[in-house]
């Protein structure tokens, strides 16, 4: 090959992969789930100035109002406020908008760290597992055993051995999930070291750490990612049902499960009570899962990437 | 040739690529007939769209690729104006076809013979005697061994060539008009090749079926094809008696491809006395552990007592079939895993006893190329980080660690702009040559390429050699080059080992071992060698 032809090969690298932003901006069930999801953290977040009251004041004028119905409350420093109540009010005369605005906070930040921390420590302890045979067996074993309790009633008995706070509440859900996301990290390791890049690492004299983190690691990501949005939802829907059940957050903390716990009273009179927040923990779980299906259409190898290759 | 008698006739065929294609047309234009009891040899290198045309006889182009203009007549009957069921009717009983990958193409759940009974039993009336009968005549013609066992195995309990024999007698029971065959050797081995491409002439020449025969390997060409059309791009450039095209062809595509063949004419002598043994293997040998908790253990012996020398700068061929053992070797001399006995010294020095950060400072001196371009560059680190990383591991500082890159890049010939991009970004080639400027980041003494070249078109093979020719005498490298291509060892070796079954059954300089064989399987290797009568390279320089 003389020196024209070489220009020739340096010029002919075309890419053949398009930009991840484009291909998850094409992705329906990314931009729907996404956005939702979204829109639901942010009215969690701008709860203060959208119009809500304390979502712990009791009311007791106003107890037991109708959706849409409007009355006069007053704030601690004793000012009187005109207020609509557009998801009426609870037997304390409670505003269930408010409620529910703030209480998506407390799902969401459950959902967020039981995703990050069982994610954290499922990756590493799954790492460990796929890549150093000796350790594979008893980890896996262990993890084995942890899957065998069901996962409600161990985050019950945690909550019932120390004082039901939020983070135990996120603790009590993190641990029966870490064995998931290690079975899935371990199986991803397993087949990602015997790919010839790992070898061909091996070969250059990459250290094993090194080795885990530059070439392990990130192919693991994708379907990682995926998981984790499945932890987020089911998360979400533990930390309901806990509080639901009695033994989660403690009841001064406005969450979706405490409402719908305390309205399963006088549901046959005033189903707003349970209505609202189920439209909402319903609304973020699907919203996740929408995000979690199309991410694993963008990000998945399987479902992708078969352009990639020629034929 | 007159109409009656051609069984597929492809006139001015055009198929659209979806939008996101890397061309507009997957084949543009393309005409040519098969006639009966004839093999007409598609030719092409990869992403030519030969496979393409065959989906579009059989109606089976995945649904984002559709016809635009032409016909594919099979008898004067137009398939891509045929509705779904007529196409089921007649795949199987009129045109059939048989795949690269036999495992793929056969059902794991379903007995051999279940497989080929189902087809008779949806096209024919036979009873279940009648049918039973005619599968093992089936089997019995095909020269499969003992077909009454083989009716009632799974595939997984037959060798690939079997299996390719199971597909052969699925796609021909029928007697169909048409037979596709898409690279049906292409994963087999020589001596198993050989024996199918006879078996498949051998059998439609019977029928007078007409077959068409996609490859990109001209020694296939030379063996059966009557007349041969070859693609380039989606694009028709010539068609004609594969005795003339093969002789004396007019495009100048075709002429490239055969000058790209290499020869089964070994080039080089032995290196003289003056070069030292650089590298002692003795007594090689490993076993590896089959089974586990559940299955009964065994094992398997991957390499028995193998010896040879290495002399510094030759290049030493070990060549061998599938299962001899050769990638083992390759791994036990890189240090990638350890000999279950023996020993191998590198200048004198044992190497297999070697552990911790000796062992790691050995890495410097043996450097791999691996055989799949695709899957030796981790698909998310820029292939910048992939050359740099392993002068880095060793404590070269990162900016002169990238100007090593950089120069390497240029010495691989591609542009040192090109090292901040990702490994889809290239072609199978130019992969390839980034795994060699990789490894030669490391300066190494010896470079073990695996295969290197398997994976790749000819014409690309036929660069890649010449690039570790030229690297060789411009860094006086020592390189161990493992392949099963007697052609490729015949161009790049100074000595070859051959191996079969572990055992290395004859070895010397090539010339000898090619001209004047010793072991009865050196020999046969050569035999099976496709158009090893025919002088390729030599033709059109």
Redesign the interface.
Known sequence: ?DAAQ??N??????????SLVEKLSRNWAVLLGGGVLFLLAMLSLAAPWLGTIDPTLLDPINRDRLPGASGEVFSLTGEALQHTFWMGTDSYGRDIYSRVLYGGRVSLVVGIAVALLSLGFGLTIGLVAGYIRALDGVIMRVMDGFMAIPGILLAIALVSLWRASLATVILAITIPEIPRVVRLVRSLVLSIRE???V?????????TA?LLV??IL??TMAPLIVQATYVFAFAILVESILSFLGVGLPTDLPTWGNIMAEGRLQFTQYPHNVFFPGVFLSLTVLAVNMLGDGLRDTLDPKFNQR????? | MTESQSVLRIQGLSIALPASGDRRYAVENVSFEVASGEVVCLLGESGSGKSIIAQSVMGLLPDNIRPLSGQVLLDGENLLEADAARLRALRGARMSMIFQEPMTALNPVMTCGAQVDELLRQHTRMTTVERRAHVLQMFERARLPDPARIYAAYPHQLSGGQRQRIMIAIALILKPRLLIADEPTTALDVTTQAEILRLVTELTRENSTAVLFITHDFGVVAEIADRVAVLRLGELVEDGPAQTMLSSPRHEYTRMLLAAVPTLKPRKEPVGSNHGVQLRASGLSKTFDTGGWFVRKGTVRAVERVEFELRRGETLGIVGESGSGKSTIARILGRLIEPSAGEVELDGESITRLAGERARQLRRRIQFVFQDPYRSLNPRRTVGAAIVEGPMNFGVSRSEAWQRAHDLMQLVRLSPRMLDRYPHEFSGGQRQRICIARALAMQPEILIADEAVSALDVSVQAQILELFDDIQRRLHLTLVFITHDLRVAAQICNRIVVMQQGRVVEQGPVTEVFEHPRHAYTRSLLDAAPGRGFAFGAASQ
Request: hydrophobic residues 40%; charged residues 15%; glycine residues 8%.
């Open positions: 090959m070489a220009v090969v340096a010029v002919t690298a075309t890419p053949v992969g398009r790919e010839p890049y070898e061909a690492a091996v070969s250059v004299g990459t250290p090194a530059r070439h990130p192919n352009g990639d290759r020629p034929a």
